[in-house]
């Protein structure tokens, strides 16, 4: 009888870890939205828009770092000629270590990423522009599934009658909010964090004793060796070793969560870059669409 | 047993070739010490597919223009298949880390049986290229499973075996991390190529240069392979929780 009880809940834990789970055609697991800081823009101006990703609980989706597996979100844009989309701004992601020491810096729950889209000074006043994405994620809980949908948002270029910018309040508070959630500037202070590079090379990041430090770098940042076990501490004090040979800059998100549980990320940079490269505008008109209509 | 044969037919050619020769040079030559000389450079044949074996055995790790580790799996129908018995059979091997359920591995199959994968195991088959794919999934894995695996197996036309790895051994030694990661191994038990099938990082399309074509076209020339290592990029491999890496 023990035994039969035993093999009974032996059997529901392992119907729990793989039984239960939905099947891929259940609908998706993640809702992605498409938010613009502004409704109606001006020619030269730079207004924000933002996508977020409703992950369902316990899946996630990849954050663009130095990740053993999945894939990070592929946003491809296509913008009215002449408009220009800048660099990416991703919230801090979580270490994911899954069997088999694998290491992954996941998104969960809600994540907003954030591009800021520069105007062309020649746009025509009154015109309308179309802005569009093709997005499409990976999102893994036990096992993956890919997903994808189009996003589009529909601006217009302030005319003759309604010059100023028009801010649109439900997408304000919600650019608003996930730029509060993006990892700050390096403090020059050092305070809660500093970081710096060691003559071998690495790089020692100091906060509080006691303080959980992590060090996320991005996709395109030299490669960090052996992140399982250096990228993260309780100590208060990290060293990250690079690959020699690789000569890329160093670039990535520093985490820090104190007693009060209350996490801070900021975003390192070695050397540290211009703001040109910051904003990292690329211009479109490559592939335009139709999205120019006449007033 | 058919690659033990298929061996010894091999040996006992290259044995008449270095007969042929020695025969030749050795015209004024007493027969005895002829014959001897023939015996040793048969030995050395011999030796060498044996010591391609051995050091297939004594690898760990996957490491590019190393031997590849050996091993031995059980495919989805029981049949058991050793790596080293192809290459000492004289096949180039390919191995792809494989999970019906992925995405990434997906893309590449099809109900026709005209995936990038299993179109690129047929051009090569007459090549004399053997194409192995491997579950590294645990038995907990909904992945895995030989039911699950040989029902794709089926579904997809794919002609080559689906060896079951649930303990991640394999998968560990290769560094597996991702499906599908690719590994190709060269006639001498090196691995030529590791990485992603094609270029195209996202699981909705191939890319334009397929990785592991270019790979194998190389090898079959006898040339170095351009691009030998790649990024890989998938799903995670479901290896059973006790799973480490080997050092």
Same mark, same amino acid.
């Given at each position: 009888?023990?035994?039969? %009880? ?17 099947? @891929? ?24 828009? +933002? ?12 954050? @663009? ?6 894939? %990070? ?6 913008? @009215? ?81 309604? &010059?100023?910018?028009? +801010?649109? %309040? ?74 020699? +040979? ?24 070695? @050397? ?17 669409? &139709? ?5 | 047993?058919?690659?033990? $044969? ?13 007969? #042929? ?17 023939? !015996?040793? =450079? *048969? ?43 192809? $290459? #000492?059979? /004289? ?22 049986? !005209? ?29 895995? /499973? ?11 036309? $794919? ?9 991640? !051994? ?6 597996? =991390? ?11 038990? *090196?691995?030529?190529?590791?990485? #992603? ?9 191939? /890319? ?8 194998? !076209?190389?090898?079959? #020339? ?26």
């Amino acid at each position: 009888m023990v035994q039969t %009880s035993f093999l009974l809940v032996t059997a529901l834990l392992a119907a729990g870890v793989t039984g239960f789970e939905p099947e @891929p055609d259940d609908g998706p697991r993640v809702t992605a939205t498409l938010f613009a800081e502004h409704a109606v823009v001006q020619p030269g101006q730079t207004t924000w828009l +933002a996508i977020r990703f409703e992950v369902q609980e316990g899946w996630h989706i990849y954050w @663009p770092g130095q990740n053993d597996t999945g894939m %990070s979100p592929i946003l491809d844009w296509k913008l @009215p000629k002449g408009w220009e989309i800048g660099r990416a701004r991703w919230p801090a992601p979580s270490r994911h270590v899954s069997a088999g020491d694998m290491l992954d810096h996941v998104l969960e729950g809600s994540a907003t990423v954030l591009f800021p889209v520069r105007v062309p000074k020649d746009a025509t006043p009154g015109s309308g522009a179309m802005l569009f994405c093709a997005a499409e994620w990976l999102v893994c809980k036990q096992m993956c599934i890919a997903e994808r949908d189009d996003l589009m948002y529909s601006l217009k270029v302030a005319g003759q009658f309604q &010059p100023l910018p028009v +801010a649109r %309040s439900r997408d304000l508070a919600e650019i608003a909010h996930a730029r509060s959630l993006l990892p700050e500037p390096m403090p020059e202070s050092g305070d809660p964090v500093s970081a710096a590079l060691n003559e071998d090379g690495s790089l020692m990041i100091h906060a509080a004793p006691g303080v959980r430090l992590t060090f996320a770098p991005y996709e395109d940042s030299r490669a960090a060796l052996d992140l399982l076990t250096s990228g993260t501490s309780e100590t208060g004090e990290l060293r990250v070793s690079f690959d020699p +040979a690789d000569e890329r800059p160093i670039a990535g998100v520093i985490t820090i969560e104190g007693n009060t549980g209350k996490a801070r990320s900021f975003e390192y940079r070695h @050397p540290p870059a211009s703001s040109q490269e910051l904003d990292g505008f690329t211009i479109q008109g490559n592939d335009p669409r &139709p999205e120019e209509e006449s007033p | 047993m058919i690659s033990r $044969i298929l061996h010894r037919s091999m040996i006992v050619a290259l044995g008449c070739t270095v007969f #042929a020769a020695g025969a030749q040079a050795q015209l004024s030559a007493k027969p005895q010490q002829a014959e001897k000389q023939i !015996k040793e =450079k *048969i030995q050395q044949v011999e030796r060498d597919v044996d010591s391609i074996v051995k050091s297939m055995k004594e690898a760990k790790k996957a490491r590019i223009d190393a031997p590849a580790p050996d091993f031995t799996l059980i495919d989805t129908e029981g049949k058991e298949h050793r790596l080293s018995d192809y $290459i #000492a059979s /004289g096949k180039v091997v390919v191995l792809e880390w494989f999970n019906p359920q992925c995405p990434y591995v997906r893309e590449h199959y099809n109900a026709e049986g !005209k995936g990038t994968s299993t179109t690129l195991e047929k051009e090569f088959a007459e090549h004399n290229v053997v194409w192995l794919r491997i579950n590294s999934g645990s038995e907990k894995s909904r992945t895995s /499973g030989k039911e699950l695996n040989e029902q794709f197996r089926k579904e997809w036309k $794919i002609t080559g075996p689906v060896l079951l790895d649930p303990e991640g !051994k394999v998968g560990m030694a290769y560094g597996a =991390k991702v499906t599908p990661t690719m590994f190709v191994i060269t006639t001498e038990g *090196i691995i030529a190529y590791e990485g #992603a099938l094609d270029s195209d990082p996202s699981p909705s399309k191939t /890319g334009e240069e397929i990785y592991v074509r270019s790979a194998l !076209k190389s090898v079959l #020339a006898g040339e170095t392979v351009e691009k030998k290592q790649t990024k890989a990029v998938g799903c995670s491999v479901k290896y059973a929780a006790k799973a480490r890496p080997r050092g």
